[in-house]
C-alpha cells in the first residue's frame, strides 16, 4: 500500500536521509514531488537536493505546511522545540500525524506540542540505511490503527518493524537503537584476534562481521535458543568451549547485558534538556 499526501521529513541527517531514500524506494515509491525535507544550514540542503533528488530546504513551516506526515529526524533536545515553533505558526493547524524517531522523547511530551496531531513514535536504528534495520513502533493517544499501518510502511523498505508498549521504549533504545555500536565493537574484537593470530586486516574483518550475520540467521531462522545453538557447536575438549571459557572469565554476558541497561537509563533522559 502507497502513502498518500505529501511526506515533510525535519532534519535530513543520518535518520532522515535513511527514511527519505526508503519513501524513494520499495514497491510503492513516493514521488519526489511529495516529499520535503529541511535541515539547518542552506549548503547543506543544496548538496542533498542534489544527491537525493528531493527538495531540502531550511523552513520548517514551509514544509510542513501541506504534509500530511511529518517525520521528525532531529536532535531529541531539539524536537519539542521545534514542534511548538510550528504549532505556534499554525503550520499544524491541519493535524498532519507527527511521526517521531527522536529517543528519550515521548508520546505524551509530543501531543503535549503538537496540537490535534496524532502521534507515532518509532525506535529505528542504522541499519535502515542499507534496508536491515529494525524499527519499533507505538501510537500516542490520538493516533489510531491507520496512522501506525503509515508508520509501518514508511518504515518497512527500511527492514522490519514491529508494535510495543511504549514503556519498554527505553529499553528498546538501549538494545537494538544503541545495538549495532555493540556489535561493531565485537567485529572489531574478533577481528583484532584473527590479525593477532595472523590473518590479514581486511579477511579478519569480512570473517567476523559475516560470523555474526550467519550466527544471527541461525537464531532467527531456527528459532532456538541461543544458548542451544551454543552447545551445538561446543565439543568436547574442543577449541571453541575453550574459547567460551575465556569469555566468560571476562564477565562477556554481564558486560553486554549492563551496556544495554546503561543505554536504556541514558536514553530516559535524553529528552529532557531541551536547546
Ligand atoms: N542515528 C541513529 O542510529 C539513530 C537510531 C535511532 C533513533 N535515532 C534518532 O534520530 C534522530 C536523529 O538522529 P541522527 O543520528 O539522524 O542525527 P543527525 O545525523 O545529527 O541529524 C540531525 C539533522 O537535524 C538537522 N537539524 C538540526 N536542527 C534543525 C532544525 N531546527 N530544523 C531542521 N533541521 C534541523 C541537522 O541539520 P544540519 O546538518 O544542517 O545541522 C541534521 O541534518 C535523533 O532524535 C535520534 O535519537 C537515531
Known amino acids: 500500500m502507497s502513502i498518500d499526501g505529501r511526506v515533510a521529513v525535519l532534519g535530513v541527517g543520518t535518520m532522515g536521509e535513511a527514511i527519505l531514500k526508503g519513501l524513494r524506494s520499495g514497491d510503492h515509491p513516493v514521488p519526489a514531488s511529495r516529499l520535503r525535507g529541511t ?31 511529518v517525520v521528525v ?23 498532519p500525524l507527527v511521526l517521531s524517531v527522536a529517543a528519550g522523547v515521548s508520546t505524551q511530551a509530543l501531543e503535549s506540542v503538537v ?7 518509532a525506535m529505528p536504528n542504522t541499519p535502515c540505511a542499507i534496508g536491515k534495520g529494525t524499527t519499533v513502533l507505538t501510537g500516542g493517544a490520538r493516533a489510531k490503527k491507520k496512522h501506525l499501518q503509515t508508520a509501518h510502511r514508511i518504515f518497512q523498505p527500511l527492514g522490519e518493524s514491529l508494535e ?7 529499553t528498546v533504545t538501549g538494545l537494538s537503537g544503541s545495538g549495532p555500536a555493540f556489535a561493531y565493537l565485537m567485529v572489531e574484537s574478533l577481528a583484532d584476534g584473527g590479525v593477532m593470530m595472523g590473518l ?28 542451544a545453538l551454543k552447545d551445538d557447536v561446543t565439543t568436547p575438549a574442543g577449541c571453541t568451549i575453550a574459547g567460551i571459557l575465556a569469555l566468560e572469565d ?3 554476558r554481564s558486560t553486554l547485558a549492563r551496556a544495554v541497561e546503561k543505554a536504556a537509563a541514558c536514553a530516559a533522559g535524553l529528552g529532557n534538556s531541551e536547546r
Open 200 to 227: 590479514p586486516r581486511d579477511v579478519a574483518v569480512r570473517l567476523a562481521a559475516r560470523t555474526l550475520l550467519g550466527a544471527s540467521e541461525m537464531v532467527l531462522a531456527t528459532g532456538s535458543h541461543p544458548a
Open 115 to 121: 496540537g490535534k496531531s496524532p502521534v507515532v513514535r
Open 39 to 69: 535541515v539547518r544550514g542552506k549548503s547543506r540542503a543544496q548538496e542533498l537536493t542534489r544527491r537525493l533528488r528531493v527538495r531540502i530546504g531550511t523552513d520548517n513551516v514551509h514544509a510542513v505546511r501541506e504534509a500530511s506526515v
Open 164 to 170: 510495543l508498549d511504549e514503556k519498554h521504549f527505553d
Open 73 to 95: 529526524c532531529l536532535k531529541p533536545m531539539n524536537v519539542l522545540r521545534v514542534l511548538r515553533e510550528l504549532a505556534e505558526a499554525g503550520a499544524l493547524e491541519h493535524a
Open 250 to 252: 571476562g564477565r562477556i
